[in-house]
C-alpha cells in the first residue's frame, strides 16, 4: 500500500513538473516592470569574504523584486541594529552594508552576516557570509644558523612561513630579488620548503631567502637569509633514491570534488633521481592533468569521484628506484543537479513543483523555508505538501506567493537557494520582436520563433497570409514552446505569418516574415593544373548566389591563408599566382560566403622545372592588333594580342590614352590589368576624343608602346561633379573672397566651362546670391558686413547642363578689430608669486573676427620696500582659446603690480580693458647679499653681512646658525642664534680654538625665512699668531718620488703645492692637488734640496692660505747591485773574451817559435831605429813601455779602489786590455808594444756601487806566463 501511494505521488510530480515547465518568469525587463514578484537576491557577497584591514568593508546585498524590497541583516544569528552603529550604513536602494574603518577597528566586524530582503510578496534571504580580515603577520624571530654539508648529500632549507589570511604565495631569491635557479635537483615543495636531492659546492652561497607574498594586501615578508656551506672533504657516495617526502611507502590525501588536486614526491639520491607517476587503478585523466616541479607535482584541475583510487610515484637514477603509494579520496559538499530550484510562475488553481536536488559525499541533508521561517514553523496551507526534496503546490489561490529557501548541506558545505511561487494572473504576452524577419536557405530548416507569457499559460497559434486556417499540418511543425517548423523550406513558403497567443484571460498576437533564399553554388570550379617555374597560373571560380545576398570570396591555401606575396592577385572569380616557385605548390580552395550559406571548390597546382634551358632575357615585344569594342556612351572594351615575352612572363599591361581634343600628342595613364589578361573594359569621360595605346611589362622593362588603336570619341555631357575646395574669408571688413580648386579640361565633359557661384548669410533666411564665372577660381563679394558667417555654393556648369547640386560650404566675411575689452577684471591672489586673473568673455559680436584668445599686459611699477627703487618691466602673456580666466605665474613679492586685458582676432588686438592695480604679499626674502669673517681670535670671531638684495617684504630678523666641522668633514652639534633686523655683524665668543666653523645666515620676513649664505672659518691658536690652515706637513722619498702629506683646514677648494730647488732663483712650479692630504712629487733630482710649501687660493686666483716652507732632501739615486757574475749575458761574453784570446795565444806561440826565442827586453834595447817610437792611444801609435819596479798601472787598465795593479812576476806577459787593444810583432816573431783598452775612469752614477768583479787580466796573465 505504501509502495503505491510512493508511485503515485512520483506520478504526480512528474505530472506536474510537465505541467509547469513551460511556465517561467519572462527574461524581457519590460515585462518584468508590469508584474508583481516576490524578492529575488541579484547580488551577495561570498560565503568566506576576506576583507582588506586598510580598506572600508562593504558586505554586498542586491535584491529586485515589485514592489521592491527592503533590508535587513542579522549578525552572529541576531538582528543586527545598523542605526545604533555609527560606522556602519546603509547604501541607498540597496542593502548593501559599507564599515568605515576609520574610526573602528577593522576586527571588531569579523562576524557572521545574514541578509533578508522582503516585500508583500515574501522574503529572500542571503547565505551566510562569514567575514575575515586579511592578515599579513610578520615573520617570527629567529636566528639563523649557518648549514654546513658535506657535497653530495640531500639539504633541506625551511621556509616556515607565518600563518596568514589568505595563504602566502611563497618563492625563494637572492639579495639581488632574482629568484634561485630551480631544477629536478633543487626545487620547492608545496609548503614552500626548499629541497636538495643532493648538494654540489656551487650551491654555498650566504643568500638563501624565503619571500611570503599575501595576495590581498600586497606585501611581502622575508626570512632571515640563510647561509649554505658545502665541504667536499669527504665528498658522498652515489646512492639509489629515498623519498624525502612523503615519508614511508604509503600515504593517503582527500581532496574535494571540484577542487585542485595537488600531490608531490620528493626524492634524494646521487645520482639527481628522476621521478615518474601512474595511476594504479586506471589512467590518468589527460587534459586535467599537469605535471609541476620537474615532475615531483601531479596536479589534477576540477577534481572528481572518478580520481579516486591509488596514485604511485616512482624516484629512480642507475643505482635503483623506490616507489611510493598515495590513496586518494574524494569527498563533496553539496552540489545542484540539474541546476538550483526555479522559481514558479502559477495561475489560479493551477499546480506546480518546487524541486531542490543536490548530491554530495556524504550525502546532504535537505530543508525547507519559506519567507526565511523553517517551513515546519511556516502557517499551514493545504495546497502545499513537502516531500523531502520536493514540494508540491495543487490548486494554489491568489495571494499564496512567497519565497521558499532550500538549504542543502553535509560536513564540508552547504548550497542555499531562493525560489519564488509567484501566483499571477496575466493576459497573453507575445516577446518576439513584431515583425522580425527570418532568412533561410532554400531546402534548408526554418524555424519561427513566437516566444509568450501569460498567465495561465498560452496558447499558441499560427497563420499564414490570409488567416484561412491553422498551419498544424505537414509541411509544418509546431513546439511546445510556440515554435513553428518547416523542415524543408521552399520559395513557396516565404510570406508573412501570424502568431496568437491566447488564455481565458485575453489574446495577443505577432506577425513574422519569412524569406526563402537561393543557395550559393560555385558554377565553374578551379582545375587541376601543372605549371613551369617562374610561368604564370589562373584559377578560376565563378559562382552563383541570391542576388539579395551580398557575396565575399575567400582563398585558402592548404586550409589555411594565402601568403602575404604580391605575386598571388585575388579578383572577383580567379585567383592569379605570378612568377611561380616551388614553395607555389599545394592545394588552393575557393570560399564563397553569404550571411546565410557558403560553397567551396578545390583544386591543386604543381609545380615543375622548366624544361628549356637558360637563356638570356629580353624586354617583351609591344602588344598587337588593338581592337575596340562593346561601345558605349563612357566606356569601350580593348582587346589586343601580346607580344614576345622573351623568357620572362608578362606581369601586367599598361593602358596609356591621347586626348587629341585637350592634350594632343600628350600620353596619360589610364588603367592597369594583370599578364593573365588580354581584355580591359575602360571607363572613359565625356567630350574626349580618345586613341590608347598599350605597353607589357616583364622582369626586365615595358616594351616598346603599341601601335596607337583607332580614336574613339565620347559625347559632351553636363559635369559629373563640382569643383572642391570651396571656402570663404575676408581680405577686407567689408568684403568676402570665395575661392575654389577649379575642374581640369578632362572633367569639364562638355564646351562652356563655367561656374555658377552662390552665398547667403547664415543667420538670416535670405535667398541665395547667384552670379557666374568664368576662367577664373575666385570671387570678390563687397559690401558686406563684418565677420558675418555666409552659406556658400559653387556649381560648375557647361554648354549642355550643370553638374550636380553642389555641396554648401561655410565661410566668414572679413575681420576687423575688436571694439570691446573684457569686463569686470579681477586679481585673485594665490601666493606672493602667483595670482589668477579673471575676466568676462568678450561677446562675440564686439570681437568681429574669428576668436583667437586674450593677452594679460602685466607690469610691476616698484617694489612696496622703501630701500628698492622704482621700475616698470612691461610683460605680455597670450592666452589661445575662449578662456576667461588664467595664472600670472613669476611675480615679485611684496610689489605693486597693474595689469589690463585685451581680446585679440585674426586682425589684431582690442583696446584694454582699464588698468587694475594690485600688490603682491610678503614673501620669504632671498639670501644675504655677503657674509664676511672678521677678526678671527683664540675663541671669537665677527660676521659682517649685508641684507638681501631681494627682500621680498619685511626684514623681521635674522637666524644664524653654527657648527663645528671636524678633520674628516664631519658636522657637530648647531648652535642657533636669532638676530634683530637693524644689525649686520655678530660677534660669536665662547668658540673652540683652532677649530673650523661652518655658519649659515638667512633673513626672515613674516612669510618665513628665505634662503641661507654660507661661510666657514677657524679661530687662531692664539691672539698673537694666526693659525695656518696646513698642518703635519711631511715628506719621504722612496724610489718612486717624493711624498708629501699634509691637514688642510681650510674652507677654499682650489689647493695648490709649490716647490723648487732650495735658494734658487727658478720659478716656482704648481701643481693642483684639490681635494686629497697628500701628493707624489716625481721628477726631482737626487743629491738635491728642494723647498715645498702648500698654498690655498680664493675663486680669483688669489693665494688665501701659506703653509711654512719645508726643505726636502732628495738622496743619489745609486746604482743597482747586481751579482754581474751569475748573469746570463756576462758567462756568455766571458766565453766568447777566453776563447778569442786563446786562439792569439796560439797564434802568438806559432809566431814565437818561428822566429826563435828571444827576451823581448834585450830585443828592444837592440833597437836603434829612431823613428821607432811607442804607439800612443791618442793617435794610435806605441807610447812608453814601462818595465821600471814601481807596477806602474799600465794604461787601460783597471785600476783597483786602492790604487794600485797587481802585476804577475813576468815581465813579458800580456798586459790587460779592453775591447781589443793594439799590438805589433818583430821581425822575429817577438811581441812589442803596448796593449790599450778604453778608459776605465769615467764617471757614472755607478762608481759608488761598483763591486770587484772577476776580471779577465788574471786569466790573460796565467796564460802568456804558460807560453
Same mark, same amino acid.
Given at each position: 500500500?505504501?509502495?503505491?501511494?510512493?508511485?503515485?505521488?512520483?506520478?504526480?510530480?512528474? &505530472?506536474?513538473?510537465?505541467?509547469?515547465?513551460?511556465?517561467?518568469?519572462?527574461?524581457?525587463?519590460?515585462?518584468?516592470?508590469?508584474?508583481?514578484?516576490?524578492?529575488?537576491?541579484? *547580488?551577495?557577497?561570498?560565503?568566506?569574504?576576506?576583507?582588506?584591514?586598510?580598506?572600508?568593508?562593504?558586505?554586498?546585498?542586491?535584491?529586485?523584486?515589485?514592489?521592491?524590497?527592503?533590508?535587513?541583516?542579522?549578525?552572529?544569528?541576531?538582528?543586527?541594529?545598523?542605526?545604533?552603529?555609527?560606522?556602519?550604513?546603509?547604501?541607498?536602494?540597496?542593502?548593501?552594508?559599507?564599515?568605515?574603518?576609520?574610526? =573602528?577597528?577593522?576586527?571588531?566586524?569579523?562576524?557572521?552576516?545574514?541578509?533578508?530582503?522582503?516585500?508583500?510578496?515574501?522574503?529572500?534571504?542571503?547565505? %551566510?557570509?562569514?567575514?575575515?580580515?586579511?592578515?599579513?603577520?610578520?615573520?617570527?624571530?629567529?636566528?639563523?644558523?649557518?648549514?654546513?654539508?658535506?657535497?653530495?648529500?640531500?639539504?633541506?632549507?625551511? /621556509?616556515?612561513?607565518?600563518?596568514?589570511?589568505?595563504?602566502?604565495?611563497?618563492?625563494?631569491?637572492?639579495?639581488?630579488?632574482? +629568484?634561485?635557479?630551480?631544477?629536478?635537483?633543487?626545487?620547492?615543495?608545496? #609548503?614552500?620548503?626548499?629541497?636538495?636531492?643532493?648538494?654540489?659546492?656551487?650551491?654555498?652561497?650566504?643568500?638563501?631567502? /624565503?619571500?611570503?607574498?599575501?595576495?590581498?594586501?600586497?606585501?611581502?615578508?622575508?626570512?632571515?637569509?640563510?647561509?649554505?656551506?658545502?665541504?667536499?672533504?669527504?665528498?658522498?657516495?652515489?646512492?639509489?633514491?629515498?623519498?624525502?617526502? $612523503?615519508?614511508?611507502?604509503?600515504?593517503?590525501?582527500?581532496?574535494?570534488?571540484?577542487?585542485?588536486?595537488?600531490?608531490?614526491?620528493?626524492?634524494?639520491?646521487?645520482?639527481?633521481?628522476?621521478?615518474?607517476?601512474? !595511476?594504479?587503478?586506471?589512467?590518468?585523466?589527460? !587534459?586535467?592533468?599537469? &605535471?609541476?616541479?620537474?615532475?615531483?607535482?601531479?596536479?589534477?584541475?576540477?577534481?572528481?569521484?572518478?580520481?579516486?583510487?591509488?596514485?604511485?610515484?616512482?624516484?629512480?637514477?642507475?643505482?635503483?628506484?623506490?616507489?611510493?603509494?598515495?590513496?586518494?579520496?574524494?569527498?563533496?559538499?553539496?552540489?545542484?543537479?540539474?541546476?538550483?530550484?526555479?522559481?514558479?510562475?502559477?495561475?489560479?488553481?493551477?499546480?506546480?513543483?518546487?524541486?531542490?536536488?543536490?548530491?554530495?559525499?556524504?550525502?546532504?541533508?535537505?530543508?525547507?523555508?519559506?519567507?526565511?521561517?523553517?517551513?515546519?514553523?511556516?502557517?499551514?496551507?493545504?495546497? +502545499?505538501?513537502?516531500?523531502?526534496?520536493?514540494?508540491?503546490?495543487?490548486?494554489?489561490?491568489?495571494?499564496?506567493?512567497?519565497?521558499?529557501?532550500?538549504?542543502?548541506?553535509?560536513?564540508? @558545505?552547504?548550497?542555499?537557494?531562493?525560489?519564488?511561487?509567484?501566483?499571477?494572473?496575466?493576459?497573453?504576452?507575445?516577446?518576439?520582436?513584431?515583425?522580425?524577419?527570418?532568412?533561410?536557405?532554400?531546402?534548408?530548416?526554418?524555424?519561427?520563433?513566437?516566444?509568450?507569457?501569460?498567465? $495561465?499559460?498560452?496558447?499558441?497559434?499560427?497563420?499564414?497570409?490570409?488567416?484561412?486556417?491553422?498551419?498544424?499540418?505537414?509541411?509544418?511543425?509546431?513546439?511546445?514552446?510556440?515554435?513553428?517548423?518547416?523542415?524543408?523550406?521552399?520559395?513557396?513558403?516565404?510570406?508573412?505569418?501570424?502568431?496568437?497567443?491566447?488564455?481565458?484571460?485575453?489574446?495577443?498576437?505577432?506577425?513574422?516574415?519569412?524569406?526563402?533564399?537561393?543557395?550559393?553554388?560555385?558554377?565553374?570550379?578551379?582545375?587541376?593544373?601543372?605549371?613551369?617555374?617562374?610561368?604564370?597560373?589562373?584559377?578560376? /571560380?565563378?559562382?552563383?548566389?541570391?542576388?539579395?545576398?551580398?557575396?565575399?570570396?575567400?582563398?585558402?591555401?592548404?586550409?589555411?591563408?594565402?601568403?602575404?606575396?604580391?605575386?598571388?592577385?585575388?579578383?572577383?572569380?580567379?585567383?592569379?599566382?605570378?612568377?611561380?616557385?616551388?614553395?607555389?605548390?599545394?592545394?588552393?580552395?575557393?570560399?564563397?560566403?553569404?550571411?546565410?550559406?557558403?560553397?567551396?571548390?578545390?583544386?591543386?597546382?604543381?609545380?615543375?622545372?622548366?624544361?628549356?634551358?637558360?637563356?638570356?632575357?629580353?624586354?617583351?615585344?609591344?602588344?598587337?592588333?588593338?581592337?575596340?569594342?562593346?561601345?558605349?556612351?563612357?566606356?569601350?572594351?580593348?582587346?589586343?594580342?601580346?607580344?614576345?615575352?622573351?623568357?620572362?612572363?608578362?606581369?601586367?599591361?599598361?593602358?596609356?590614352?591621347?586626348?587629341?581634343?585637350?592634350?594632343?600628342?600628350?600620353?596619360? %595613364?589610364?588603367?592597369?590589368?594583370?599578364?593573365?589578361?588580354?581584355?580591359?573594359?575602360?571607363?572613359?569621360?565625356?567630350?574626349?576624343?580618345?586613341? &590608347?595605346?598599350?605597353?607589357?611589362?616583364? =622582369?626586365?622593362?615595358?616594351?616598346?608602346?603599341?601601335?596607337?588603336?583607332?580614336?574613339?570619341?565620347?559625347?559632351?555631357?553636363?559635369?559629373?561633379?563640382?569643383?572642391?575646395?570651396?571656402?570663404?574669408?575676408?581680405?577686407?571688413?567689408? #568684403?568676402?573672397?570665395?575661392?575654389?580648386?577649379?575642374?581640369? @579640361?578632362?572633367?569639364?565633359?562638355?564646351?562652356?566651362?563655367?561656374?555658377?557661384?552662390?552665398?547667403?548669410?547664415?543667420?538670416?533666411?535670405?535667398?541665395?546670391?547667384?552670379?557666374?564665372?568664368?576662367?577664373?577660381?575666385?570671387?570678390?563679394?563687397?559690401?558686406?558686413?563684418?565677420?558675418? $558667417?555666409?552659406?556658400?555654393?559653387?556649381?560648375?556648369?557647361?554648354?549642355?547642363?550643370?553638374?550636380?547640386?553642389?555641396?554648401?560650404?561655410?565661410?566668414?566675411?572679413?575681420?576687423?578689430?575688436?571694439?570691446?575689452?573684457?569686463?569686470?577684471?579681477?586679481?585673485?591672489?594665490?601666493?606672493?608669486?602667483?595670482?589668477?586673473?579673471?575676466?568676462?568673455?568678450?561677446?562675440?559680436?564686439?570681437?568681429?573676427?574669428?576668436?583667437? @584668445?586674450?593677452?594679460?599686459?602685466?607690469?610691476?611699477?616698484?617694489?612696496? *620696500?622703501?630701500?628698492?627703487?622704482?621700475?616698470?618691466?612691461?610683460?605680455?602673456?597670450?592666452?589661445?582659446?575662449?578662456?576667461?580666466?588664467?595664472?600670472?605665474?613669476?611675480?615679485?613679492?611684496?610689489?605693486?603690480?597693474?595689469?589690463?586685458?585685451?581680446?585679440?582676432?585674426?586682425?589684431?588686438?582690442?583696446?584694454?580693458?582699464?588698468?587694475?592695480?594690485?600688490?603682491? $604679499?610678503?614673501?620669504?626674502?632671498?639670501?644675504?647679499?655677503?657674509?664676511?669673517?672678521?677678526?678671527?681670535?683664540?675663541?671669537?670671531?665677527?660676521?659682517?653681512?649685508?641684507?638681501?638684495?631681494?627682500?621680498?617684504?619685511?626684514?623681521?630678523?635674522?637666524?644664524?646658525?653654527?657648527?663645528?666641522?671636524?678633520?674628516?668633514?664631519?658636522?657637530?652639534?648647531?648652535?642657533?642664534?636669532?638676530?634683530?633686523? #637693524?644689525?649686520?655683524?655678530?660677534?660669536?665668543?665662547?668658540? !673652540?680654538?683652532?677649530?673650523?666653523?661652518?655658519?649659515?645666515?638667512?633673513?626672515?620676513?613674516? +612669510?618665513?625665512? @628665505?634662503?641661507?649664505?654660507?661661510?666657514?672659518?677657524?679661530?687662531?691658536?692664539?691672539?698673537?699668531?694666526?693659525?695656518?690652515?696646513?698642518?703635519?706637513?711631511?715628506?719621504?722619498?722612496?724610489?718612486?718620488?717624493?711624498?708629501?702629506?699634509?691637514?688642510?683646514?681650510?674652507?677654499?677648494?682650489?689647493?695648490?703645492?709649490?716647490?723648487?730647488?732650495?735658494?734658487?732663483?727658478?720659478?716656482?712650479?704648481?701643481?693642483?692637488?684639490?681635494?686629497?692630504?697628500?701628493?707624489?712629487?716625481?721628477?726631482?733630482?737626487?743629491?738635491?734640496?728642494?723647498?715645498?710649501?702648500?698654498?690655498?687660493?680664493?675663486?680669483?686666483?688669489?693665494?688665501?692660505?701659506?703653509?711654512?716652507?719645508?726643505?726636502?732632501?732628495?738622496?743619489?739615486? =745609486?746604482?743597482?747591485?747586481?751579482?754581474?757574475?751569475?748573469?746570463?749575458?756576462?758567462?756568455?761574453?766571458?766565453?766568447?773574451?777566453?776563447?778569442?784570446?786563446?786562439?792569439?795565444?796560439?797564434? /802568438?806561440?806559432?809566431?814565437? #817559435?818561428?822566429?826563435?826565442?828571444?827576451?823581448?827586453?834585450?830585443?828592444?834595447?837592440?833597437?836603434?831605429?829612431?823613428?821607432?817610437?811607442?804607439?800612443?792611444?791618442?793617435?794610435?801609435?806605441?807610447?812608453?813601455?814601462?818595465?821600471?819596479?814601481?807596477?806602474?798601472?799600465?794604461?787601460?787598465?783597471?785600476?783597483?779602489?786602492?790604487?794600485?795593479?797587481?802585476?804577475?812576476?813576468?815581465?813579458?806577459?800580456?798586459?790587460?786590455?779592453?775591447?781589443?787593444?793594439?799590438?805589433?810583432?818583430?821581425?822575429?816573431?817577438?811581441?812589442?808594444?803596448?796593449?790599450?783598452?778604453?778608459?776605465?775612469?769615467?764617471?757614472?752614477?755607478?762608481?759608488?756601487?761598483?763591486?770587484?768583479?772577476?776580471?779577465?787580466?788574471?786569466?790573460?796573465?796565467?796564460?802568456?806566463?804558460?807560453?
Amino acid at each position: 500500500m505504501m509502495e503505491r501511494r510512493r508511485m503515485d505521488a512520483a506520478l504526480l510530480v512528474l &505530472f506536474l513538473v510537465h505541467r509547469a515547465a513551460t511556465l517561467e518568469v519572462p527574461l524581457d525587463p519590460k515585462v518584468l516592470e508590469g508584474l508583481p514578484q516576490p524578492p529575488t537576491i541579484t *547580488h551577495q557577497s561570498p560565503k568566506d569574504y576576506i576583507i582588506d584591514p586598510r580598506e572600508n568593508i562593504i558586505i554586498h546585498c542586491e535584491a529586485k523584486g515589485k514592489p521592491p524590497p527592503s533590508f535587513s541583516w542579522t549578525r552572529n544569528g541576531t538582528h543586527f541594529d545598523i542605526d545604533e552603529d555609527p560606522n556602519v550604513t546603509l547604501k541607498p536602494h540597496s542593502g548593501t552594508l559599507v564599515v568605515d574603518i576609520s574610526r =573602528a577597528k577593522a576586527e571588531h566586524y569579523e562576524c557572521v552576516y545574514q541578509c533578508t530582503a522582503r516585500n508583500k510578496h515574501g522574503t529572500a534571504v542571503s547565505n %551566510n557570509i562569514v567575514v575575515q580580515q586579511s592578515r599579513s603577520p610578520l615573520w617570527s624571530k629567529e636566528k639563523v644558523k649557518a648549514l654546513v654539508v658535506q657535497e653530495g648529500v640531500s639539504l633541506v632549507l625551511p /621556509c616556515r612561513p607565518p600563518a596568514g589570511l589568505p595563504p602566502p604565495i611563497i618563492f625563494w631569491m637572492d639579495n639581488n630579488f632574482r +629568484r634561485l635557479p630551480q631544477s629536478s635537483r633543487v626545487s620547492q615543495s608545496l #609548503n614552500g620548503d626548499l629541497y636538495f636531492s643532493n648538494v654540489l659546492r656551487e650551491d654555498s652561497r650566504n643568500d638563501y631567502i /624565503c619571500y611570503a607574498r599575501f595576495p590581498y594586501t600586497q606585501t611581502i615578508q622575508q626570512k632571515q637569509p640563510i647561509t649554505v656551506r658545502v665541504l667536499n672533504q669527504e665528498p658522498a657516495d652515489e646512492r639509489k633514491p629515498t623519498f624525502l617526502i $612523503p615519508s614511508g611507502p604509503t600515504s593517503s590525501k582527500m581532496v574535494l570534488r571540484g577542487q585542485v588536486l595537488e600531490m608531490e614526491c620528493i626524492a634524494e639520491g646521487l645520482l639527481t633521481p628522476d621521478v615518474s607517476w601512474t !595511476k594504479v587503478s586506471g589512467d590518468l585523466p589527460a !587534459k586535467r592533468t599537469s &605535471f609541476l616541479h620537474y615532475q615531483k607535482t601531479l596536479r589534477i584541475v576540477d577534481a572528481s569521484e572518478s580520481d579516486a583510487g591509488d596514485y604511485r610515484c616512482t624516484a629512480r637514477n642507475r643505482l635503483g628506484s623506490v616507489h611510493h603509494t598515495i590513496h586518494v579520496t574524494v569527498k563533496a559538499a553539496p552540489y545542484w543537479i540539474g541546476g538550483a530550484p526555479r522559481n514558479l510562475v502559477l495561475a489560479p488553481g493551477e499546480s506546480g513543483v518546487l524541486t531542490c536536488r543536490a548530491s554530495g559525499t556524504p550525502k546532504p541533508s535537505v530543508s525547507w523555508a519559506m519567507n526565511g521561517i523553517p517551513i515546519e514553523n511556516s502557517p499551514k496551507d493545504l495546497s +502545499r505538501k513537502v516531500e523531502d526534496d520536493t514540494i508540491i503546490f495543487t490548486d494554489v489561490q491568489t495571494g499564496s506567493s512567497a519565497v521558499y529557501q532550500c538549504n542543502v548541506s553535509n560536513d564540508y @558545505g552547504y548550497l542555499l537557494s531562493n525560489a519564488f511561487v509567484n501566483v499571477l494572473s496575466e493576459t497573453p504576452r507575445v516577446l518576439t520582436p513584431a515583425n522580425k524577419v527570418y532568412q533561410v536557405i532554400k531546402n534548408h530548416q526554418a524555424l519561427l520563433d513566437c516566444a509568450s507569457f501569460g498567465s $495561465p499559460i498560452p496558447k499558441i497559434t499560427w497563420f499564414k497570409d490570409s488567416r484561412s486556417s491553422t498551419l498544424d499540418g505537414d509541411p509544418y511543425i509546431l513546439h511546445d514552446n510556440g515554435t513553428l517548423e518547416i523542415h524543408v523550406a521552399q520559395a513557396r513558403n516565404s510570406g508573412k505569418y501570424t502568431c496568437v497567443a491566447r488564455n481565458i484571460l485575453g489574446i495577443n498576437e505577432n506577425h513574422i516574415y519569412l524569406e526563402v533564399k537561393d543557395p550559393t553554388r560555385i558554377l565553374k570550379q578551379p582545375e587541376y593544373k601543372v605549371v613551369q617555374m617562374g610561368r604564370s597560373v589562373v584559377f578560376e /571560380c565563378k559562382v552563383k548566389h541570391d542576388p539579395s545576398l551580398i557575396p565575399t570570396m575567400t582563398w585558402l591555401k592548404d586550409d589555411g591563408e594565402l601568403p602575404d606575396d604580391e605575386r598571388l592577385i585575388v579578383d572577383s572569380d580567379s585567383l592569379t599566382i605570378t612568377d611561380v616557385t616551388e614553395n607555389d605548390a599545394g592545394v588552393y580552395t575557393c570560399v564563397m560566403n553569404t550571411t546565410l550559406d557558403h560553397d567551396s571548390a578545390s583544386a591543386e597546382l604543381t609545380v615543375v622545372e622548366a624544361t628549356t634551358p637558360a637563356v638570356g632575357y629580353e624586354r617583351p615585344d609591344p602588344p598587337t592588333d588593338l581592337e575596340l569594342t562593346d561601345q558605349k556612351k563612357r566606356g569601350v572594351q580593348l582587346t589586343w594580342i601580346p607580344g614576345d615575352e622573351h623568357n620572362s612572363p608578362i606581369q601586367k599591361f599598361l593602358i596609356q590614352y591621347q586626348d587629341s581634343l585637350h592634350h594632343r600628342g600628350h600620353w596619360h %595613364n589610364l588603367t592597369e590589368v594583370p599578364g593573365t589578361r588580354t581584355t580591359a573594359h575602360l571607363k572613359l569621360s565625356p567630350h574626349v576624343h580618345y586613341t &590608347f595605346r598599350v605597353l607589357a611589362l616583364n =622582369a626586365v622593362d615595358f616594351s616598346r608602346p603599341s601601335f596607337p588603336s583607332r580614336g574613339f570619341k565620347t559625347e559632351p555631357a553636363a559635369p559629373d561633379e563640382n569643383p572642391t575646395g570651396v571656402q570663404g574669408f575676408g581680405t577686407e571688413h567689408d #568684403n568676402l573672397v570665395i575661392s575654389w580648386k577649379p575642374l581640369s @579640361g578632362l572633367q569639364s565633359n562638355g564646351p562652356g566651362l563655367h561656374y555658377r557661384v552662390m552665398w547667403r548669410q547664415k543667420v538670416v533666411d535670405s535667398d541665395w546670391t547667384t552670379v557666374t564665372v568664368a576662367n577664373n577660381s575666385k570671387f570678390v563679394v563687397s559690401g558686406t558686413p563684418t565677420f558675418v $558667417p555666409y552659406e556658400l555654393k559653387v556649381q560648375a556648369v557647361n554648354d549642355y547642363g550643370a553638374g550636380p547640386e553642389p555641396a554648401v560650404a561655410h565661410g566668414y566675411s572679413g575681420e576687423d578689430l575688436p571694439v570691446a575689452a573684457p569686463d569686470h577684471v579681477q586679481v585673485m591672489l594665490i601666493n606672493s608669486t602667483l595670482a589668477e586673473v579673471h575676466w568676462d568673455p568678450v561677446p562675440s559680436k564686439l570681437i568681429r573676427g574669428h576668436l583667437k @584668445g586674450y593677452k594679460v599686459y602685466y607690469w610691476r611699477k616698484h617694489s612696496l *620696500h622703501k630701500h628698492n627703487p622704482d621700475l616698470v618691466e612691461n610683460q605680455i602673456l597670450t592666452f589661445s582659446g575662449n578662456h576667461t580666466h588664467r595664472k600670472l605665474p613669476g611675480l615679485h613679492p611684496f610689489s605693486v603690480y597693474s595689469l589690463n586685458v585685451r581680446v585679440y582676432n585674426g586682425k589684431g588686438e582690442g583696446p584694454p580693458s582699464p588698468d587694475l592695480q594690485f600688490n603682491t $604679499p610678503e614673501g620669504v626674502p632671498g639670501a644675504p647679499t655677503s657674509l664676511v669673517v672678521t677678526n678671527p681670535n683664540l675663541d671669537s670671531l665677527t660676521l659682517e653681512w649685508s641684507p638681501p638684495h631681494d627682500r621680498n617684504g619685511r626684514i623681521t630678523g635674522y637666524t644664524l646658525k653654527y657648527q663645528p666641522v671636524n678633520n674628516s668633514n664631519e658636522l657637530g652639534p648647531v648652535e642657533e642664534l636669532a638676530l634683530p633686523a #637693524n644689525e649686520t655683524s655678530v660677534t660669536l665668543p665662547n668658540l !673652540k680654538y683652532s677649530t673650523r666653523y661652518k655658519f649659515y645666515l638667512n633673513a626672515k620676513t613674516v +612669510r618665513g625665512a @628665505g634662503v641661507a649664505i654660507s661661510q666657514e672659518a677657524v679661530t687662531v691658536i692664539d691672539e698673537a699668531q694666526p693659525v695656518s690652515a696646513f698642518r703635519n706637513i711631511s715628506s719621504l722619498s722612496g724610489e718612486d718620488g717624493t711624498l708629501i702629506s699634509w691637514e688642510y683646514w681650510g674652507p677654499e677648494q682650489n689647493v695648490y703645492v709649490k716647490y723648487r730647488v732650495q735658494n734658487s732663483e727658478e720659478e716656482w712650479q704648481e701643481k693642483l692637488v684639490n681635494g686629497t692630504q697628500n701628493v707624489m712629487l716625481k721628477g726631482l733630482k737626487g743629491g738635491l734640496s728642494y723647498s715645498v710649501r702648500l698654498v690655498a687660493k680664493d675663486h680669483h686666483d688669489q693665494p688665501l692660505h701659506l703653509s711654512k716652507e719645508l726643505v726636502v732632501s732628495v738622496p743619489a739615486v =745609486a746604482s743597482r747591485q747586481v751579482d754581474i757574475a751569475t748573469q746570463g749575458w756576462f758567462i756568455g761574453l766571458m766565453c766568447a773574451i777566453a776563447l778569442l784570446i786563446l786562439i792569439l795565444l796560439i797564434i /802568438c806561440f806559432i809566431q814565437r #817559435n818561428k822566429g826563435g826565442k828571444y827576451p823581448v827586453k834585450e830585443k828592444e834595447d837592440a833597437h836603434t831605429d829612431p823613428e821607432f817610437q811607442p804607439m800612443k792611444d791618442e793617435d794610435c801609435t806605441f807610447g812608453e813601455y814601462s818595465d821600471n819596479e814601481d807596477h806602474k798601472p799600465l794604461k787601460g787598465s783597471r785600476t783597483p779602489s786602492n790604487g794600485t795593479v797587481k802585476r804577475d812576476d813576468s815581465d813579458d806577459s800580456l798586459v790587460d786590455y779592453g775591447e781589443g787593444g793594439d799590438g805589433q810583432f818583430n821581425e822575429d816573431g817577438s811581441f812589442i808594444g803596448q796593449y790599450s783598452g778604453k778608459s776605465a775612469s769615467r764617471e757614472t752614477a755607478e762608481g759608488h756601487e761598483s763591486s770587484e768583479a772577476p776580471s779577465p787580466i788574471n786569466t790573460m796573465n796565467s796564460l802568456n806566463s804558460f807560453v
